[in-house]
């Protein structure tokens, strides 16, 4: 009893002192009085002391209910000692907690926020293959709060449920690659880590889903780009390979023949170089795609221009090029040449797809949308009157190679790169360029060019 104190200790010593003195000096005296004095005062001292110990347990007790109660505790007034100790070890003992346990709230809290920051699903799945644990991500993958769901009723593919199986028994488990169908089907790679002690909620394995779908889908247009591109390069190389082998072999004195067949051969020959050229063209746009161009450029001189130049090919069709352009128009930040190249096959495609004998109309103005950022804004609108174009072609009409027709458009001397380049010089210029067709009735392809530097 180390540190017993002073009083305690008296008090301890005369509640058993008195009532034996008291008893002894009763019998002593024989007096009947003098006993019930002496047991009295016995009582009164015990009472006391008692009193005084009580009062502190209570107190005591009362604090330790504010301690369990997270409550910032308040060291009630203690009459003993040992009870003052015990008080004041009871208040230290609860800062450390509580500072321990605020260490540990923003830690969890911190952890929360880390896995809410990673773009991945990440599922963390208890023995059972329940979800005890998932960020923002995975939240959004399955559409709904996965917690407590068994992981197999909200990803319903059984190679990846056989690899959480296997983690879960402690097996090697190789990386799982799926596909999610739904309006966009998505891929992703199943990574699954097996804790080796049970995590927060009991987490045995860490599901992360890492979302491959932009590179599997950049890796499937580049084999097509390449399939494409050699395609096209490839039937009029063939067609020149077999003119050359014939006026080589059978027709090499047959004047007629090479007569019919050189402009043919020239047409191929032209046809392989307007491709490389494109290509080319688009790889330089794409390169340089990130710089957005500064120089001021004159959108109404630009529009003339074209006209000017396609004027032939418009009376090749019977058709005109109309040109409306309002006065007085702000210089948009670009620069002139790819500027020109967006206008120049808008309108070719309008004179190649528009109705003969009917116009191909080109205007350019203010768009409005002066209260967007880089507004003022102006619209380069080049319109036709041809088939239109069916809504189902709409959103890939800017993919290299995609055409409506392909035919069609191969006997019209087209490559299909003409928009994907448009495409590319829209988004170096941040401007924006949108489609609005009608089967029968004709297309309206707009430009919108800020005016400002804004990016
Ligand atoms: N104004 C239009 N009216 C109807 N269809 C159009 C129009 N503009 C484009 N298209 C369709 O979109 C396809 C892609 O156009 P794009 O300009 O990229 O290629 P292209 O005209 O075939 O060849 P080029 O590389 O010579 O421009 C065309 O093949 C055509 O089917
Ligand atoms: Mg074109």
């Not at 301690?67 to 040992?82: D, H, K, Q, S």
């Not at 009871?90 to 952890?111: F, K, N, Q, T």
């Not at 006997?411 to 924006?432: P, W």
Request: net charge neutral.
């Amino acid at each position: 009893m180390k540190g017993f104190g002073a009083q305690q200790r008296l008090g301890a010593v005369l509640i058993l002192v008195l009532p034996v003195l008291t008893v002894a000096a009763g019998a002593w005296k024989a007096d009947a009085i003098a006993l019930m004095c002496g047991c009295l005062a016995a009582a009164g001292v015990t009472a006391a002391v008692a009193w005084s110990w009580l009062t502190d347990l209570v107190n005591l007790a009362d604090f330790v209910a504010h301690l369990a109660g997270r409550r910032e505790p308040v060291a009630p007034p203690l009459n003993t000692g040992i009870a003052r100790r015990l008080s004041s070890a009871l208040s230290r003992a609860h800062h450390d907690w509580m500072v321990e346990s605020r260490r540990h709230s923003a830690l969890a809290a911190s952890y929360e926020a880390t896995l809410d920051s990673i773009p991945d699903p990440l599922f963390l799945l208890d023995g059972a293959r329940r979800v005890v644990g998932a960020n923002v991500a995975a939240n959004a993958l399955v559409e709904r709060d996965p917690l407590d769901m068994e992981i197999g009723a909200l990803l319903r593919v059984p190679a990846v449920m056989d690899a959480v199986d296997r983690a879960l028994a402690g097996q090697p488990t190789n990386d799982v690659e799926f596909s999610l169908s739904g309006p966009t089907e998505r891929t992703f790679l199943a990574r699954l880590r097996r804790l080796s002690e049970p995590g927060v909620g009991g987490t045995r394995v860490v599901l992360a889903l890492h979302d491959i779908t932009t590179i599997r889908r950049s890796e499937r247009m580049r084999a097509e780009f390449v399939a494409n591109a050699s395609h096209e390069l490839r039937t009029p190389l063939a067609g020149l390979q077999g003119y050359i082998e014939t006026l080589a072999g059978p027709a090499r004195n047959d004047a007629p023949a090479r007569e019919r067949f050189l402009p043919i051969m020239l047409q191929m020959a032209q046809r392989m170089g307007r491709l490389i050229e494109d290509l080319l063209s688009l790889s330089r746009i794409e390169f340089s795609e990130h710089a957005r161009p500064t120089d001021p450029v004159d959108l109404g001189a630009v529009v003339r221009g074209v006209a000017e130049t396609l004027a032939p090919q418009a009376e090749a069709r019977s058709m005109t090029i109309t040109t409306d352009i309002a006065p007085d128009l702000p210089a948009i930040p670009g620069q002139a040449d790819q500027v020109a190249q967006v206008v120049q096959n808008l309108v070719d495609n309008a004179l190649k797809y528009g109705r003969p004998g009917t116009p191909v109309e080109v205007s350019v103005g203010l768009a409005d949308s002066a209260a967007r950022p880089g507004g003022p804004y102006l619209a380069v609108i080049v319109r036709d009157h041809g088939e239109g174009i069916a809504r189902e072609h709409l959103p890939r009409l800017t993919e290299r190679f995609y055409r409506c027709d392909a035919a069609r458009s191969r006997e019209l001397g087209g490559t299909g790169l003409g928009l994907a380049i448009v495409k590319h010089i829209v988004n170096r210029h941040r401007a924006h360029l949108a489609i609005d067709s009608t089967e029968g009735k004709g297309s309206t392809f707009t430009v919108t060019f800020r005016t400002k530097g804004a990016s």
